[in-house]
């Protein structure tokens, strides 16, 4: 008999708590929406700003959805996104729009501290991620084999790497595809002849503390987060939000929450580099 | 009342095995619908940005890691469990057990990260790059040892002990009644061990992604780096979109199936040993 009571009570519960969850999201659906749409390098970077921005702003929701640079435009101009998201500055036809840059994301060569090769120029980086290249030696090095540390797919690194060196995914011969930066790091670390790309802002912190890497420089210029922030490091790209106009209202509380220094911390969680301030 | 609770509870895992599925296959519709299943097979390999989701380098590499580890980790195993059961001193017998439980029970990342930082560059002094179907194979190989040697240990102690000391009496050699008497009246579940570990190694993610190297290719040699289904769907899932992601889901498709085919088999193989 007893049983039967509280199973009663168990789905009287569940029925309670549906209703809870009904009438929650109807005091959403009431709430003031904020849509987001554009690059998939910046979207899980703005879905974390959103989150906090909705935790300081009740009954806010923040919309984020992916789908690239050029449909944050598209979006941002015809008004299907509040706020666009572009991975990239505007081109000369863009300039409608307004681009408010949040953070820079900026990516070094790395090499094991015991090669003795210390610089590469674009065409000896592309001659060895195609494969022309196979050997140090044909570079100054030592009598080693290359072997080629490439993004998976999908990766904004890798995005921005082909992007920086004019290749397609298909042409390159790597010998280890990773993952993630840390996996990179490693990879390195164990292999003598090993060239791989990562985060700026991860390989300075490993080299700093220790770990036997040294990031190349870029066409002279050192690869340091501060060179990236200041725009001067070559395989740099600013992240934008975009408005159409002036923004007002929400949209432009959200944008200034995206600059500010309250978000630092969301933004070198995902290996991209603050604003300077 | 526990009739009903353990019916219950086995009622929820088939239905949450079927559950999940069902979640596999219609993630997986789109590009299923959308391009045929044979688009699997076929086109020059895998670059879902170009829509090319040819699996087959991938399937096979699968395959040849799995049957590498199989291939050096059966007869260790087996090697080890004779030797505690019917060489081994009274005392050594429980300290093995234990490290080989301990063994079976270290997270795969662990393995991972120990082939990444040690086996890799070993191999990578030898024959660069290092991260290899080799790797790959000796990890899978460690990883699944302890469970061989466990299992086989286990059939070779439910051997009837009536059995061993008849072939004793009848002066048969202590190498003669392994080999003659308790190796072929424990094959079966030595067997279901090696399917259990064979299924272990075609779902293995983390350490295989670590140190196989990742590239899209059939592996012409054991030194060629190589990337297996598991690791695919783990590098490209949290990036991948539309059909892409499509299929992703559709690999996990094809990794379920082998799976099944292998706990069928393994089914078959019990039901034997029972008749």
Same mark, same amino acid.
């Given at each position: 008999?007893?049983?039967?009571?509280?199973?009663?009570?168990?789905?009287?519960?569940?029925?309670?708590?549906?209703?809870?969850?009904?009438?929650?999201?109807?005091?959403?659906?009431?709430?003031?929406?904020?849509?987001?749409?554009?690059?998939?390098?910046?979207?899980?970077?703005?879905?974390?700003?959103?989150?906090?921005?909705?935790?300081?702003?009740?009954?806010?929701?923040?919309?984020?959805?992916?789908?690239?640079?050029?449909?944050?435009?598209?979006?941002?101009?015809?008004?299907?996104?509040?706020?666009?998201?572009?991975?990239?500055?505007?081109?000369?036809?863009?300039?409608?729009?307004?681009?408010?840059?949040?953070?820079?994301?900026?990516?070094?060569?790395?090499?094991?501290?015991?090669?003795?090769?210390?610089?590469?120029?674009?065409?000896?980086?592309?001659?060895?991620?195609?494969?022309?290249?196979?050997?140090?030696?044909?570079?100054?090095?030592?009598?080693?084999?290359?072997?080629?540390?490439?993004?998976?797919?999908?990766?904004?690194?890798?995005?921005?790497?082909?992007?920086?060196?004019?290749?397609?995914?298909?042409?390159?011969?790597?010998?280890?595809?990773?993952?993630?930066?840390?996996?990179?790091?490693?990879?390195?670390?164990?292999?003598?002849?090993?060239?791989?790309?990562?985060?700026?802002?991860?390989?300075?912190?490993?080299?700093?503390?220790?770990?036997?890497?040294?990031?190349?420089?870029?066409?002279?210029?050192?690869?340091?987060?501060?060179?990236?922030?200041?725009?001067?490091?070559?395989?740099?790209?600013?992240?934008?939000?975009?408005?159409?106009?002036?923004?007002?209202?929400?949209?432009?509380?959200?944008?200034?929450?995206?600059?500010?220094?309250?978000?630092?911390?969301?933004?070198?969680?995902?290996?991209?580099?603050?604003?300077?301030? | 009342?526990?009739?009903?609770?353990?019916?219950?509870?086995?009622?929820?895992?088939?239905?949450?095995?079927?559950?999940?599925?069902?979640?596999?296959?219609?993630?997986?519709?789109?590009?299923?619908?959308?391009?045929?299943?044979?688009?699997?097979?076929?086109?020059?390999?895998?670059?879902?940005?170009?829509?090319?989701?040819?699996?087959?380098?991938?399937?096979?590499?699968?395959?040849?890691?799995?049957?590498?580890?199989?291939?050096?980790?059966?007869?260790?195993?087996?090697?080890?469990?004779?030797?505690?059961?019917?060489?081994?001193?009274?005392?050594?017998?429980?300290?093995?057990?234990?490290?080989?439980?301990?063994?079976?029970?270290?997270?795969?990342?662990?393995?991972?990260?120990?082939?990444?930082?040690?086996?890799?560059?070993?191999?990578?002094?030898?024959?660069?790059?290092?991260?290899?179907?080799?790797?790959?194979?000796?990890?899978?190989?460690?990883?699944?040892?302890?469970?061989?040697?466990?299992?086989?240990?286990?059939?070779?102690?439910?051997?009837?002990?009536?059995?061993?000391?008849?072939?004793? *009496?009848? /002066?048969?050699?202590?190498?003669? +009644? #392994?080999?003659?008497? %308790?190796?072929? @009246?424990?094959? =079966? $579940?030595?067997? &279901?061990?090696?399917?259990?570990?064979?299924?272990?190694?075609?779902?293995?993610?983390?350490?295989?992604?670590?140190?196989?190297?990742?590239?899209?290719?059939?592996?012409?040699?054991?030194?060629?780096?190589?990337?297996?289904?598991?690791?695919?769907?783990?590098?490209?899932?949290?990036?991948?979109?539309?059909?892409?992601?499509?299929?992703?889901? *559709?690999? /996990?498709?094809?990794?379920?199936? +082998? #799976?099944?085919?292998? %706990?069928?088999? @393994?089914?078959? =193989? $019990?039901?034997? &040993?029972?008749?």
């Amino acid at each position: 008999m007893s049983e039967v009571g509280d199973s009663q009570k168990i789905w009287g519960w569940i029925l309670a708590l549906c209703m809870a969850a009904g009438l929650n999201s109807a005091a959403l659906a009431d709430a003031q929406k904020l849509v987001l749409t554009g690059s998939s390098t910046i979207a899980p970077l703005a879905l974390e700003i959103g989150k906090h921005f909705e935790k300081l702003n009740p009954g806010v929701r923040v919309d984020v959805q992916s789908g690239g640079s050029t449909r944050g435009v598209i979006d941002a101009r015809v008004g299907l996104a509040d706020v666009g998201m572009a991975s990239r500055a505007l081109k000369q036809e863009e300039r409608d729009l307004i681009a408010h840059r949040i953070a820079m994301d900026g990516i070094g060569i790395i090499l094991h501290q015991k090669n003795p090769v210390k610089s590469l120029n674009d065409d000896q980086i592309r001659a060895i991620y195609t494969g022309k290249i196979t050997n140090w030696q044909q570079l100054g090095g030592e009598d080693r084999k290359i072997t080629v540390v490439n993004k998976a797919e999908g990766r904004s690194t890798l995005e921005l790497f082909l992007h920086h060196f004019l290749l397609k995914n298909p042409q390159i011969r790597a010998h280890v595809v990773i993952g993630d930066n840390q996996q990179g790091i490693k990879t390195v670390v164990g292999n003598v002849g090993a060239i791989g790309y990562v985060s700026i802002g991860t390989a300075e912190y490993e080299e700093a503390h220790g770990m036997p890497i040294h990031l190349l420089p870029m066409a002279g210029v050192p690869a340091t987060v501060a060179n990236v922030r200041a725009g001067r490091f070559p395989l740099s790209r600013p992240l934008n939000l975009l408005s159409k106009g002036t923004p007002t209202g929400l949209s432009k509380r959200f944008i200034e929450f995206a600059q500010s220094a309250a978000v630092d911390d969301l933004v070198t969680a995902q290996y991209f580099v603050p604003l300077a301030r | 009342m526990l009739a009903r609770v353990t019916g219950g509870i086995a009622l929820a895992v088939a239905v949450l095995l079927g559950l999940v599925l069902m979640l596999l296959v219609r993630e997986s519709w789109p590009v299923l619908v959308g391009g045929g299943w044979t688009r699997f097979f076929v086109g020059d390999g895998w670059f879902p940005s170009s829509g090319q989701f040819n699996l087959l380098a991938m399937l096979w590499a699968t395959l040849a890691a799995s049957l590498g580890a199989l291939l050096i980790a059966v007869p260790l195993g087996v090697l080890s469990a004779v030797f505690s059961r019917f060489y081994s001193p009274g005392w050594l017998i429980m300290p093995l057990r234990r490290v080989m439980v301990l063994l079976a029970g270290i997270p795969s990342v662990v393995y991972g990260l120990w082939g990444l930082t040690v086996l890799v560059p070993l191999i990578a002094g030898w024959e660069p790059p290092g991260a290899s179907l080799l790797s790959a194979i000796l990890i899978l190989a460690l990883m699944i040892l302890p469970t061989i040697a466990l299992t086989s240990e286990a059939a070779l102690a439910a051997v009837a002990t009536s059995n061993l000391q008849g072939a004793a *009496a009848l /002066g048969l050699s202590r190498k003669g +009644i #392994v080999l003659g008497v %308790a190796l072929p @009246a424990a094959r =079966v $579940g030595i067997l &279901s061990g090696a399917l259990l570990a064979t299924m272990r190694t075609l779902g293995e993610t983390m350490a295989v992604l670590m140190v196989a190297g990742n590239v899209v290719q059939t592996p012409a040699s054991l030194f060629d780096p190589v990337r297996v289904l598991t690791a695919n769907i783990a590098l490209e899932m949290p990036y991948a979109t539309g059909d892409h992601r499509a299929a992703l889901f *559709a690999s /996990g498709v094809l990794l379920m199936l +082998i #799976v099944t085919v292998l %706990a069928w088999l @393994a089914g078959c =193989v $019990g039901a034997r &040993s029972n008749a």
